[in-house]
């Protein structure tokens, strides 16, 4: 299966594992790759640049093929040195960047002048044109069903890929919801160059997070997440938990501000869901993805399927429509 992604990535496979906070390491990203597909290493997973390096160089003992290193952008309490950790990805050798969160303008000019190939995720295609305009090469477009920071445009793969196709020059990816091979060849067919998933490849094998984790990704359907912070127009879409309801009720309340929401909705509790298994325990992101979820295959097993189903459906089912 070609496309331009594949063709400008160096990859077999149209299939990329988006970047995720704390579970994105080299583990993960070493067997996605080998699986045939773009694995990627989450930056800010790491505690320093230097330890990203040192992430990086793990995982090259564990692949040979093209990796990724992502770089979410985001307002914080505590200021991140994101500018170190840039320059630290050049140092690492590293030839794909993941972009995602705020406009990457600060970091790109570094990125570009190491000719690393730049993309970069959008929740809208405003923003998708403008990434494009400033020399991104790729661009992840993230439909209203994905986890986490989800934008504030409410607008679903079905209509955004179209739009994607029609404004868009450069390759992009379906990001949000996707884990299946009939929804790869829909994306082709909308017009994307592939699939971003994240929440697909929190349930293998490779994915160090708690069994029980990946035990409620395979239990959970497409109506079990929760969307937090929407009045706040910062909407993040989590798994539906007790804490994620919580957080939902003090949201609808107009006399509560951030500062009575941001105790549950920090990150303090993640070690005790993926570490420790307490699915209860803190907020953790999750898509409605879940509904297509029935295993925990290894990332090999997960590609060929997903690239083997999707042949099937454009060779097979859609070929007989056509006289």
């Given at each position: 299966?070609?496309?331009?992604?594949?063709?400008?990535?160096?990859?077999?496979?149209?299939?990329?594992?988006?970047?995720?906070?704390?579970?994105?390491?080299?583990?993960?990203?070493?067997?996605?790759?080998?699986?045939?597909?773009?694995?990627?290493?989450?930056?800010?997973?790491?505690?320093?640049?230097?330890?990203?390096?040192?992430?990086?160089?793990?995982?090259?003992?564990?692949?040979?093929?093209?990796?990724?290193?992502?770089?979410?952008?985001?307002?914080?309490?505590?200021?991140?040195?994101?500018?170190?950790y840039a320059r630290?990805?050049?140092?690492?050798?590293?030839?794909?960047?993941?972009?995602?969160?705020?406009?990457?303008?600060?970091?790109?000019?570094?990125?570009?002048?190491?000719?690393?190939?730049?993309?970069?995720?959008?929740t809208s295609i405003?923003?998708?044109?403008?990434?494009?305009?400033?020399?991104?090469?790729?661009?992840?477009?993230?439909?209203?069903?994905?986890?986490?920071?989800?934008?504030?445009?409410?607008?679903?793969?079905?209509?955004?890929?179209?739009?994607?196709?029609?404004?868009?020059?450069?390759?992009?990816?379906?990001?949000?919801?996707?884990?299946?091979?009939?929804?790869?060849?829909?994306?082709?067919?909308?017009?994307?160059?592939?699939?971003?998933?994240?929440?697909?490849?929190?349930?293998?094998?490779?994915?160090?997070?708690?069994?029980n984790v990946k035990?409620?990704?395979?239990?959970?359907?497409?109506?079990?997440?929760?969307?937090?912070?929407?009045?706040?127009?910062?909407?993040?879409?989590?798994?539906?938990?007790?804490?994620?309801?919580?957080?939902?009720?003090?949201?609808?309340?107009?006399?509560?501000?951030?500062?009575?929401?941001?105790?549950?909705?920090?990150?303090?509790?993640?070690?005790?869901?993926?570490?420790?298994?307490?699915?209860?325990?803190?907020?953790?992101?999750?898509?409605?993805?879940?509904?297509?979820?029935?295993?925990?295959?290894?990332?090999?097993?997960?590609?060929?399927?997903?690239?083997?189903?999707?042949?099937?459906?454009?060779?097979?089912?859609?070929?007989?429509?056509?006289?």
């Amino acid at each position: 299966m070609k496309t331009r992604i594949t063709e400008m990535l160096g990859i077999e496979h149209p299939i990329i594992c988006g970047g995720m906070m704390r579970v994105g390491r080299a583990k993960l990203a070493a067997a996605v790759s080998n699986g045939g597909g773009l694995g990627i290493i989450t930056a800010l997973s790491l505690p320093t640049p230097e330890e990203l390096i040192a992430e990086v160089e793990l995982c090259r003992t564990m692949t040979h093929k093209p990796f990724a290193v992502n770089l979410t952008i985001l307002p914080t309490i505590k200021p991140v040195p994101y500018e170190e950790y840039a320059r630290a990805i050049v140092a690492a050798g590293v030839k794909i960047v993941e972009t995602a969160g705020n406009n990457p303008q600060r970091v790109l000019p570094i990125f570009k002048d190491a000719g690393i190939k730049v993309l970069h995720k959008c929740t809208s295609i405003r923003h998708a044109k403008k990434a494009e305009s400033i020399g991104c090469d790729i661009i992840s477009v993230d439909g209203f069903e994905c986890a986490g920071h989800t934008g504030e445009d409410d607008v679903t793969n079905f209509v955004l890929l179209a739009v994607a196709a029609e404004q868009l020059k450069v390759p992009f990816l379906a990001s949000g919801g996707a884990g299946t091979g009939r929804q790869l060849a829909a994306a082709l067919a909308l017009g994307a160059d592939g699939i971003n998933m994240g929440t697909r490849f929190l349930a293998t094998k490779e994915c160090w997070v708690h069994d029980n984790v990946k035990q409620a990704l395979v239990s959970g359907t497409e109506l079990d997440t929760q969307l937090i912070f929407r009045r706040l127009r910062n909407t993040s879409r989590l798994y539906k938990n007790s804490v994620a309801r919580e957080l939902a009720k003090l949201d609808a309340d107009p006399t509560k501000t951030f500062e009575d929401m941001k105790e549950l909705a920090a990150g303090a509790k993640a070690p005790a869901v993926y570490a420790e298994g307490d699915i209860e325990a803190g907020t953790w992101s999750a898509s409605a993805v879940m509904g297509l979820i029935h295993d925990a295959p290894s990332c090999a097993e997960l590609i060929k399927r997903i690239v083997d189903d999707a042949n099937d459906v454009i060779k097979n089912r859609l070929a007989k429509m056509v006289a």
